[in-house]
């Protein structure tokens, strides 16, 4: 076969079965307008269809609903029809039902809880935290799970972290989260009843601002079916405000945050989402932040990280600090905005449950004879993938945030490349089926961990 060697020139597209890729990618707004590119993924029409389904008057009217419930605080009334988590939650779970006997049980609901303890707390109080879950079955490929989720639950943590009464409106945190898993739900059981390639998992998640409790159980749950293959986690956490503490406004942009390792998975998923967003929302830019949260800051994304499984934070460009956890977190939202931000959970969830799974069994060998730079790769043949054209290798400069060169390779699982000075590259490949859907990038060199004693070594001071 064939081999491409790497050349330091302009990216360009190498179409595979006559779908359009983009070989070149940028790292943000701003430089995609001053280089326009070619869209990351070919379009699906399908896709492209549930993208536009997504309904600012919906999502606003969800909002509202959370909102009137006074507060969604863990340890508030469970019992009220009309107050309280209790309320909230037998609401969501009523909502995705409706959604369920509109397409004739597509949707799986049900209740998720766990009994924790809240270690926060000076009392360290006993807790029955319940997310509420929806579960659109995959056609060809079920076992393989891409989560997106949202916490329902709110607080008044910068006033009184133990304040279960006082109204918690969360109505950006997370509100704003929750209202687009929701509305998520109703697009895609609308648009697929039978479902995509692989199964999504919509949560709506509790006990977030208490310490991630809702996530963390959800997390351990379905990382100990040893059936399931979790894909991917994204959670939408703080996503509808576009005005900053200070004045600032940016309604065209929002963050999606990937943590290390370089290359692992969780920047790869962030990177697919930027792909993904270029291609059905190329006016609303996504920055990828190469960190796993903010600064000092946390979210649901966090439990699926630490098991390894590629997950990120969405989250709006501008906060504001003044509002968050308090009672002035009302009104915030703005709805347009809301909008675009689901429509990039859209684009990125349809596009991974269409696509065929990503390679595994991942092998590099320098072959010496060749001078150090040609390279023997390999990987498993990827199952259940029925409409599989075949793979692509990624090449990206380790100093780069995205992929500069893409070769299509068939359907191999073998291939050498010559002429490349690998140590200086990031080196994957991913799968793609007949459409055009790609699948995450998996690396072929993927992080070692500092050894031990080193990693242990006290910092200069």
């Known amino acids: 076969m064939t081999a491409i060697p790497w050349r330091r020139a302009r990216a360009r597209a190498l179409p595979l079965t006559g779908a359009l890729l983009a070989c070149a990618l940028l790292a943000g ?69 409706g959604y369920s006997r509109a397409c004739g049980g597509c949707l799986e609901v049900r209740y998720d809880p766990h009994d924790v303890v809240i270690q926060r707390f000076p009392g360290k109080p006993h807790a029955h935290v319940v997310n509420v879950v929806a579960r659109l079955r995959g056609r060809t490929d079920p076992d393989r799970v891409i989560v997106v989720s949202g916490h329902y639950d709110s607080c008044l943590c910068s006033v009184n972290q133990e304040d279960s009464t006082s109204d918690a409106p969360g109505e950006d945190d997370d509100g704003s989260g929750t209202a687009a898993v929701l509305e998520l739900a109703r697009v895609f059981s ?32 379905l990382t100990a079916d040893s059936t399931l293959d979790i894909e991917a986690d994204i959670t939408n956490d703080i ?32 990177r697919y989402a930027v792909q993904a967003a270029r291609t059905y929302l190329p006016r609303f830019g996504v920055s990828f932040i190469e960190r796993l949260d903010r600064i000092g800051r946390g979210g649901d994304h966090m439990p699926f990280w630490r098991d390894g499984i590629a997950a990120v934070r969405f989250s709006e460009t501008l906060e504001n600090y003044l509002h968050q956890h308090r009672p002035e977190d ?74 500069t060169r893409v070769v299509p390779v068939g359907n191999v699982t073998a291939y050498t490349l010559r002429d490349t000075q690998a140590d200086d590259l990031w080196l994957g490949v991913r799968s793609v089926d007949r459409e055009g859907h790609r699948s995450l990038v998996r690396s072929f060199m993927p992080p070692q961990p500092l050894p031990a004693a080193l990693a242990a070594r006290p910092r200069a001071r």
């Open 29 to 97: 707004p701003a430089a995609a307008q001053r280089r326009p590119t070619p869209p990351a993924f070919p379009v699906d029409p399908r896709i492209r269809a549930a993208v536009d389904a997504i309904s600012t008057d919906r999502l606003r009217a969800t909002e509202e609903k959370l909102v009137s419930f006074g507060t969604r605080m863990t340890l508030s009334d469970t019992l009220s029809a009309t107050r309280g988590i209790g309320a909230a939650r037998r609401w969501i779970y009523a909502t995705l039902e």
């Open 190 to 221: 609308e648009r697929f009843p039978r479902g995509l390639d692989g199964t999504i998992l919509f949560a709506t998640v509790a006990a977030e601002e208490q310490g991630l409790y809702g996530s963390q159980g959800l997390a351990q749950e």
């Open 239 to 270: 996503v509808g405000n576009v005005r900053g503490q200070k004045g600032g406004v940016d309604s065209t942009t929002m963050r999606v945050f990937g943590g290390l390792p370089d290359d692992g998975p969780a920047q790869q998923l962030a």
């Open 330 to 403: 009302r009104a915030d939202v703005n709805f347009p905005y809301l909008r675009h931000v689901a429509q990039v959970n859209a684009a990125t969830i349809g596009s991974l449950a269409a696509a065929p799974r990503a390679p595994t069994g991942l092998r590099l060998r320098r072959i010496i004879p060749s001078g150090g730079v040609d390279w023997d790769l390999s990987w498993a043949a990827v199952p259940d993938a029925p409409d599989l054209a075949g793979y692509e290798l990624t090449i990206r400069r380790t100093t780069e945030p995205f992929v």
